[in-house]
């Protein structure tokens, strides 16, 4: 679930109305959690590489079970699961430059 919230929070810009929903502010919407679950289903997998595509990511299939973000790639047992999967690599991979910059300021 911490990777799912992620994605929603960091790439979507959805919020967490509550612990079982978000809120898109774009659309106006509750997703509730149940609705939304990009490793077991394609077209809720596609929202993400379509947000993606909007902020400058390409996507590429390198195989069923394999894709990549621009430089970012991972795999899955589904095609599903790898997008998902590159996602949160992705947020990851940011995290860690951010929290890097940080300490940079810091010390």
Request: glycine letters at 4%; charged letters at 25%; a negative charge.
């Amino acid at each position: 679930m911490i990777k799912i919230d992620s994605i929603a929070r960091r790439i979507l810009g959805w919020k967490l109305n509550r612990w079982d929903r978000w809120y898109d502010y774009e659309k106006g919407i509750f997703i509730h959690d149940s609705d939304f679950q990009p490793e077991k289903n394609l077209d809720h997998a596609m929202i993400i590489v379509e947000k993606l595509a909007e902020l400058g990511f390409s996507y590429q299939i390198k195989d069923a079970s394999r894709v990549c973000f621009n430089e970012i790639c991972a795999t899955g047992e589904t095609l599903a699961q790898a997008i998902t999967n590159a996602a949160y690599a992705i947020i990851e991979q940011h995290s860690v430059a951010d929290s890097s910059r940080m300490w940079q300021k810091l010390c």
